[in-house]
Nanobody
Framework: EVQLVESGGGLVQPGGSLTLSCAAS????????MNWARQAPGKGDKGLEW???????????AYADSVQGRATISRNNRKNELRLELKNLQPEDTGIYYC?????????????????RGQGTQVAVSS
């Protein structure tokens, strides 16, 4: 069974930073493209916003315009772990952040419906 467990969310002031983690199990992590996506408040089940992705080898990151220059995605295939570092957070970054596993590398426009995703971790940016 595919399991993705996100952690590291919380309340942060504007301009602050966070590092999100995702622990993966139940599949061959080293063969999967991994993404981060988020859901803004009030979006319900209208799909997610894809924000970052990284290929299986961990050498080809890609970012959405909304986080370009502020986000760094990385993975550790020995630990089955995915990370997302976010800096200069703003109130519009508030939402639930999900890690997602895919079979193919792609960038996505909204709405994004991952093949597999975790339960998410809440990020709130407020003063």
């Amino acid at each position: 069974e595919v399991q993705l467990v996100e952690s590291g969310g919380g309340l942060v002031q504007p301009g602050g930073s966070l590092t999100l983690s995702c622990a993966a199990s139940g599949f061959d992590f080293s063969r999967r493209v991994m993404n981060w996506a988020r859901q803004a408040p009030g979006k319900g089940d209208k799909g997610l916003e894809w924000i970052a992705g990284i290929n299986a080898a961990g050498v080809t990151p890609a970012y959405a315009d909304s986080v370009q220059g502020r986000a760094t995605i990385s993975r550790n295939n020995r630990k089955n772990e995915l990370r997302l570092e976010l800096k200069n957070l703003q109130p519009e970054d508030t939402g639930i952040y999900y890690c997602a596993a895919e079979s193919f590398f792609a960038t996505y426009t909204e709405p994004y419906y991952p093949e597999y995703r975790g339960q998410g971790t809440q990020v709130a940016v407020s003063s």
